[in-house]
Each structure stands twice: as C-alpha cells, then as structure tokens.
C-alpha cells in the first residue's frame, strides 16, 4: 500500500515537464544532433528522468520512494523483460525463400502481420517480421514508407482483436474482461487494416515506379530502377524453428499469469505480485535458452544487433519514471484532468481522448485510467466483478471505444507503443533512412492514419 502522503495527491503541472522535455528531446535531438543523440541518448534520458526523480524525493521523500519502486517492480521490469524475451526469441527466427521487396509481397506480408500481432502480440509479430521485410527491400532506396506502415498495421493494428496482442486489452484481461470480448473490435479492426493495406499497395507501386537506380553491390540489387530483383525458386521456410516453440512458450507464460494468482508479497510497501515475479524469471529463462539453442549464424543472417533493446530499454526507463506525475494527474479523482474526464460523455469522445492520450503517454496505463473512470461512473458502488459485466454488456461500446482508440492511436508517435522505437531502431540499423519524429507525424500519421482513424470513428463510434 502507498504511504499515507500518497494518498489523495495530485501533482502540479509544473511536475510534467521532465516528461515533456524527454518527448521533446526524442523528437527533436536525432535529427538535430544525430551524432550527440546515439552517443549519448541514455544521459539525456537519465538526465531528464533525475529531473523529476530528485525534486520529488527532497519534496515528498516516502510517496517518490513508494511511486519510483512501484514504477520498477511492476511496470519497467515486466515491460523489459517480455520485451527483451521477445525480441532475443524472434531475432533467432530466420524467414528464407522468395522474399521480394514488390507492392504485392510486401501488401502480403504486411497484411499476414496484423494478423499475426493479435496472436503473438505486436511485439512479437514485429521482431519476427521486421527483418524479413527489411531484406526483401534491401534492393530499394525509398524503404521508409514500408517500416511506416509496417508499424502502423503490424506494431499497432493489428493486436486488436485478442488480449495477447496489445497491452491495453490485456490489462482489460486481468480486470475481468472475457478473453473473447475484444473480437468486437473486428470490425473497427478490417475497416482500419482495409484501408491501410489498400493505400499502402497504391504509395508502394507509385515508390516503386520512380524508384532511383538501385544501389550496386546490395543484397539485392535491381538491374535497372523500378524493376525487381532476380531470384531463385527457393521455397520459403524458417530456420531457427526452436524459437517459434519458446515463442509459444513465452505467450503461455503470460496468459498464465493472468489467470493464476497464488499471492503477492511486499517490498518496502510496494506489492508484488507472485505470479508477475514467476512469469519473468521464465521468460528470462527462456530468452536464455534462445541464445544457447539458436546457432549464431543465423543471428548474423538477421542483422541481429544489441543496439535496439538497449536504445528502448534506456529512453522507455526515462518516460516510465517522468510519466509518474502525468499518470498521477490522470487518475487523480480532482484536479483539471479529472474535470476534463467529466465531460466525456460520448462513446466518439472517449475514443479520441484515450486514442490522443495514448499517442504521447504509454497507452496501457491510460486504457487502465479511463476504464476505472468508466467503471466509476457506469456501476458505482458495484463489486468489480459485477462492475466488468455491466461495462462489457450495457457499457459495451464505451468500452470498445477506449480499447481502439488505445491501440489504434499508439500509432500515431514513435512513442505511442513500445515496438514503434524498436522497429526504428532496427530499421535505422540496418541502413533504412526513417522519418524524424516530426517527418513521421507530418508526412505519414496526420495526413494518412489520421483520416483511416477519423472514418472509424465516424462508422462505429
């Protein structure tokens, strides 16, 4: 339980600024300062993060104390921990055969992504599938647009539909939600896909057709601009196929640890749950097993690198502590975020709102903070079992509207959900020149998954 001095806080606006001035230094300083920022990007994340963390701890030792454990032993860690696990697991996975960076293929695979993603999560689909993808194209100078859309449809989407794909809807799982309930996202999830797999098709061929002459000497160079590469008739298949059984066994780690609660013991005040602490020493376990099972030519044949997970472990430990206050003011039952909680009274409005929050917040705890708020205001004084049946029947399109607008709009920043940084990342490692933060907003998430996002809205909500 929190010290007393916790409860009932709300904090200043003024204490958000670390954690906007760490937005502002992801969207700016790469771009800016190329250089300084991959030399340096873990100083300015702690940097900003001490810019919240020591005020707090001389202003209100024993609540900064309590909130900074808490953030670590349930949020961080996990949040690494699967991550990490998925991403060693899936880097060891190989895809081969007729991979061809062409409209067609690449629409094919984009679109048996966002399928995937609800099945092995948006994490795990998009470290399995990024490297394929950056290979097929690897004879393409303009690539960019593809890892955009790839984390549009594939990081985000696409984990619409079951409560392993998307962090918010498995939170909705560990509340009380049926495991199928979110299939009621179907449709907002193939208006969305449908669009965005259609548009895609029709910027890659027009890419395709005012393609540069192909770089010499790639893995797969072009003879001539616009024109595909040749390529043998090898069937397609995987290597790596022990990796696919720890994938599995990752995800029924977790499912587990959704359904099984033995307990939780307590940490200087903070409650941590047994079965969370369970779950990632397995996957630990697991992510271990990769690396001693998985021959280290096929990592190499992946382009595997250590450099993405520690570039998101870094910059995602610097928003998880400065996203305390800003969570805190979220929640907070007074104060001006309440107020404006208040006032969303329409399923649209509700979408937006969580959708735009999510885009910019991590959008797991802001799913868990409308939720409560619609639980409040749709079964007061209800036990939380008889709470969730009510929300998930009367107050079902309530409910949709937050789920979508929290997995939908995570696409809208590279920080709106944890695989955008990573797919960045990978894709920057291996030579893709990516839009800037703002390139990314301006050029792709307003002018084409804005209006995508807008239909849905105007069509269900």
């Known amino acids: 339980m929190p010290p007393p001095e916790a409860h009932h806080f709300v904090p200043p606006l003024a204490a958000v600024l670390p954690f906007a001035g760490l937005l502002l230094s992801i969207a700016i300083l790469p771009a800016r300062v190329p250089r300084f920022w991959h030399r340096h990007y873990h100083r300015v994340a702690l940097a900003w993060a001490g810019a919240y963390a020591i005020p707090a701890l001389l202003w209100r030792p024993g609540a900064a104390v309590h909130d900074l454990l808490h953030v670590v032993l349930t949020e961080y860690l996990p949040f690494l921990v699967l991550l990490g696990a998925l991403f060693i697991i899936s880097g060891g996975i190989v895809l081969r055969g007729r991979l061809r960076g062409t409209p067609a293929h690449n629409t094919g695979l984009l679109a048996f992504g966002t399928i995937l993603a609800s099945f092995i999560g948006t994490t795990g689909a998009s470290m399995v599938l990024i490297r394929p993808l950056l290979r097929a194209n690897a004879w393409r100078i303009r690539r960019g647009h593809v890892v ?55 910027l890659d061929t027009w890419a395709l057709r005012h393609e540069p002459a192909a770089r010499p000497g790639g893995p797969l160079s072009a003879p001539a601009a616009g024109r595909e590469p040749a390529v043998g008739r090898e069937r397609i298949g995987i290597d790596g196929a022990v990796n696919l059984g720890l994938l599995a066994a990752v995800l029924g780690a977790v499912l587990l640890s959704g359904v099984w609660h033995p307990g939780s013991v307590s940490i200087f005040g903070v409650e941590w749950k047994v079965e969370s602490a369970l779950r990632d020493v397995v996957l630990l376990l697991l992510a271990g097993l990769s690396l001693r099972l998985t021959p280290d030519r096929l990592r190499q044949d992946n382009g595997f690198s250590w450099e993405p997970i520690r570039e998101v472990a870094w910059l995602f430990a610097g928003i998880f502590v400065t996203i305390i206050p800003a969570i805190a003011l979220l929640r907070a039952g007074e104060g001006p975020v309440a107020t404006l909680l208040r006032e969303l009274s329409e399923p649209w409005q509700l979408y937006w709102a969580t959708g735009l929050l999510s885009s910019v917040l991590d959008n797991a705890p802001t799913y868990l903070s409308f939720f409560n708020a619609l639980l409040g205001r749709l079964a007061p004084g209800m036990s939380s079992a008889e709470g969730v049946a009510r929300l998930t029947t009367e107050g079902a399109l309530w409910l949709e509207a937050i789920s979508a607008g929290a997995v939908f709009m995570g696409a809208m920043t590279y920080i709106g959900n944890a695989p955008n940084l990573m797919v960045r990342a990978i894709a920057e490692d291996a030579g893709v020149s990516m839009p800037t933060f703002g390139g990314y907003l301006l050029r792709y998430a307003l002018p084409i998954l804005l209006p995508v996002l807008v239909l849905v809205q105007v069509a269900l909500f």
């Open 148 to 202: 955009v859309f790839f984390i549009f449809l594939v990081a985000n989407i696409g984990g619409a539909l079951t409560p392993l794909g998307d962090p918010p809807l498995f939170l909705g799982f560990l509340q009380g939600v049926p495991f199928f309930w979110t299939l009621k996202l179907l449709p907002h999830f193939l208006l969305a896909s449908g669009i965005l797999l259609a548009a895609f098709f029709a």
